[in-house]
């Protein structure tokens, strides 16, 4: 009989404790998510649904393109080589292009010797180094790593700075602000190899303290801003109109001492680029190192950026023209969206990022549409735009249409459309 029980009871189910510890797991879920603040869960989760919608295009438009009788071109193929060198893994390498090998040429040079290369600025591949032996030695897997840290900062801070600029009247706008400069034409490079997000990053950092009057912390983000790329310096002049609209605008000798008083951190914004002169100066004699070997490597020199922009526009090569219509469909609609007094440091800063990049002369032409991403207002404009009633589906539709148009050309390795 006790064999009996014990065979019955063996064939009778006991509680089924799945659905317990679903609830559980769930619950814990839920308490993890809730003590995450609501834009970092926000920010996180379209930062990670980006990286996975642009790694799986890529995927598939650079498997599609094998297919293609003479692809990649000849002038590409040096790039897929090195490509194939950083990783073979194709959702890794393509974040990898031109001047991403540079940089890692950069972040690789040891500090011990003479410095001879001074083309770029320092910060990006100096942050590299020390995570470098975290990453089995790979450098260029750090400068990738840098960048998509910073592209995850740089959207918490457009979050932020977005939601403050735009009013706070609607709980959107911290989001739409987000979404709009993502879908710039050639956001998808924030998240390759490049200075990109870097720069970025830095920069809203830079404005949303000075929104909050947090003066020293603006000139110490400025200070590595200013080392992050050679415009980084000229954004003291927007910073320092921030300061000048908290105080209503007011000009006068007995305002001064106050601007004084306040501002003084804005000196650090120059001092960064100063910085990076000294160490020319220090490893090769030359202050204006930097300068030479823009010359001497791109055939970059000053220009009149109006005459440079008038010159593509009115010229036989649709690329350049194409490229400059951008920049200026960039600036007329940070003209329109930036016009109220409040605004003014912003359009400020859209029209020097814009205007100095094409001051470099025609060189800049194949990596125009890279540097117009520094234009972050622009996704601020549209993000304020897109408040009207069936004008944010429209505007989010042609952005994307743009932008992946914009990167199938990227990775079908005609790169130096953008880069």
Not at 8 to 22: I, Y
Not at 114 to 138: E, I, N, S, V
Not at 206 to 220: H, N
Request: proline fraction near 7%.
């Amino acid at each position: 009989m006790a064999d009996e029980r014990r065979a019955g009871t063996a064939d009778v189910p006991g509680p089924d404790l799945r659905p317990s510890r679903r609830a559980r797991l769930t619950s814990a879920g839920r308490r993890v998510a809730g003590r995450i603040p609501p834009p970092w869960r926000f920010v996180l989760a379209v930062f990670v649904g980006s990286k996975i919608v642009l790694s799986l295009v890529g995927v598939l438009v650079l498997t599609a393109w094998d297919g293609v009788p003479g692809a990649p071109p000849a002038d590409e193929t040096m790039m897929r080589i090195q490509q194939d060198r950083i990783s073979s893994h194709r959702w890794i390498s393509l974040w990898f292009a031109w001047d991403s090998f540079l940089y890692d040429h950069l972040a690789k040079l040891p500090l011990d010797r003479p410095w001879k290369d001074f083309g770029f600025p320092l910060l990006y591949p100096f942050l590299a180094r020390p995570l470098a032996p975290l990453l089995g030695g790979h450098t260029a897997w750090a400068l990738l790593l840098v960048a998509n840290v910073a592209l995850l900062f740089q959207l918490w801070f457009a979050y932020r700075l977005g939601a403050r600029l735009l009013g706070d009247e609607d709980p959107g706008d911290g989001r739409r602000a987000v979404r709009y400069l993502l879908l710039l034409p050639t956001a998808f490079l924030f998240q390759a190899a490049l200075t990109e997000s870097l720069f970025v990053c830095l920069a809203l950092a830079a404005f949303w303290y000075a929104e909050q009057r947090r003066w020293l912390v603006v000139g110490i983000v400025g200070y590595f801003l200013a080392m992050s790329r050679s415009v980084g310096f000229v954004v003291v002049i927007p910073l320092a109109l921030v300061l000048l609209r908290q105080h209503d605008w007011r000009l006068s000798p007995r305002s001064l001492p106050r601007y004084v008083r306040e501002g003084w951190p804005l000196l650090l914004v120059p001092a960064g680029w100063l910085t990076f002169m000294a160490f020319c100066r220090w490893q090769s004699g030359d202050w204006f190192a930097y300068q030479h070997a823009q010359e001497k490597g791109w055939g970059i020199k000053v220009q009149n950026p109006l005459g440079v922009a008038g010159s593509a526009l009115v010229g036989d090569n649709s690329a350049n023209a194409l490229r400059v219509w951008i920049a200026v469909a960039m600036l007329a609609v940070a003209a329109v969206g930036l016009r109220r007094r409040a605004d003014w440091p912003y359009l400020v800063y859209t029209v020097i990022v814009v205007l100095v990049p094409l001051s470099m002369g025609p060189p800049v032409y194949k990596s125009l549409l890279r540097y117009l991403l520094a234009a972050f207002p622009v996704a601020l404009v549209l993000a304020r735009w897109a408040r009207r009633p069936g004008l944010d589906g429209w505007l989010t539709a042609g952005l994307a249409l743009l932008q992946g148009a914009l990167f199938a050309v990227w990775l079908t390795y005609w790169t130096h459309l953008i880069i």
